[in-house]
C-alpha cells in the first residue's frame, strides 16, 4: 500500500480487517506512542516500570481509537489517538504505582481446579473482558469523544496547533520550524496548555 495514504484511508481499511494497513498504521504512530512514554515516565526510570509493557498499552489505546474515531467531529484523528493513547499509558502508570502488579507474584494456574468434583477450573471464573461489555470501557471512550472539542474551546489557534503537533510526537524544535518561533515560546505555550487543562497531564 502506498505510504502516503491518508490516515482516514487507513482507517476505513484498518476496519476492514485489512492487515496491512493496520501494519501501516502502527508504524506511522510508533513515534507517537514513544514520545508520549518518554513524556509520562520520570526519569530516571523507576525499576518497576516495563517500558515494552507501556508501548503495548500505547497499541491498544491506538486501535481503540481506529474503531472509535468518528470523521464528523472538529478534531483531526492525531489529536483523538493520542488522547486514547496517553489515556491508556497513564491508566498502567497508575496500576504500577499502586503496587497492583505485586499481586502476579502470586498468580495462580487458570486450570486449577475450584470445585469439590474437579468440573470447574479457575478459567471458568474468569469474567468476560471484552470491552464492548465493559462499562468502564464505555464510559472512558465517551469521555474521549467529549474531551477533544473541550480541547480546542478552550485553545487559542496557535496553541491548538502546538498541541497538536505535540500530540503526533514532533520535538519542540520541529514545532518551531512550523509555528515559526523560538523553542522556549513552545515551551511556554505547553506549559500554559497544561495550567488551562490540567486533567489531561496529570499523572
Not at 504505582?97 to 494456574?109: C, D, K, P
Not at 465517551?142 to 496547533?161: A, F, G, H
Not at 512550523?178 to 499523572?203: A, G, H, S, Y
Request: a negative charge; glycine letters at 2%.
Amino acid at each position: 500500500m502506498n505510504p502516503s495514504v491518508s490516515d482516514y484511508e487507513l482507517i476505513y481499511y484498518v476496519r476492514q480487517n485489512d492487515e496491512e494497513s493496520q501494519a501501516l498504521l502502527i508504524q506511522r504512530y510508533h513515534r507517537t506512542i514513544w514520545a508520549i512514554i518518554h513524556m509520562l515516565v520520570p526519569s530516571p526510570k523507576p525499576s518497576y516500570i516495563d517500558l515494552e509493557d507501556l508501548y503495548q498499552e500505547g497499541m491498544i489505546g491506538l486501535l481503540e481509537a481506529v474503531n472509535n474515531f468518528k470523521e464528523n467531529t472538529e478534531a483531526s484523528f492525531g489529536t483523538f489517538a493520542r488522547v486514547c493513547v496517553e489515556r491508556e499509558i497513564r491508566s498502567l502508570l497508575r496500576k504500577y504505582r499502586s503496587g497492583s502488579y505485586s499481586l502476579l507474584s502470586n498468580a495462580m494456574s487458570l486450570d486449577m481446579t475450584v470445585s469439590e468434583d474437579e468440573n470447574v477450573v479457575m478459567m471458568d471464573t474468569v469474567p468476560c473482558t471484552k470491552p464492548d461489555f465493559d462499562p468502564v470501557h464505555a464510559s472512558y471512550l465517551s469521555w474521549v469523544s467529549d474531551q477533544v472539542p473541550v480541547i480546542k474551546r478552550n485553545l487559542s489557534e496557535q496553541e491548538w496547533k502546538v498541541y497538536q503537533l505535540h500530540c503526533l510526537g514532533y520535538s519542540y524544535k520541529e514545532i518551531c520550524k512550523v509555528v515559526l518561533c523560538r523553542e522556549k515560546d513552545v515551551d511556554n505555550i505547553l506549559q500554559k496548555i497544561k495550567k488551562k487543562l490540567p486533567t489531561l497531564f496529570d499523572t
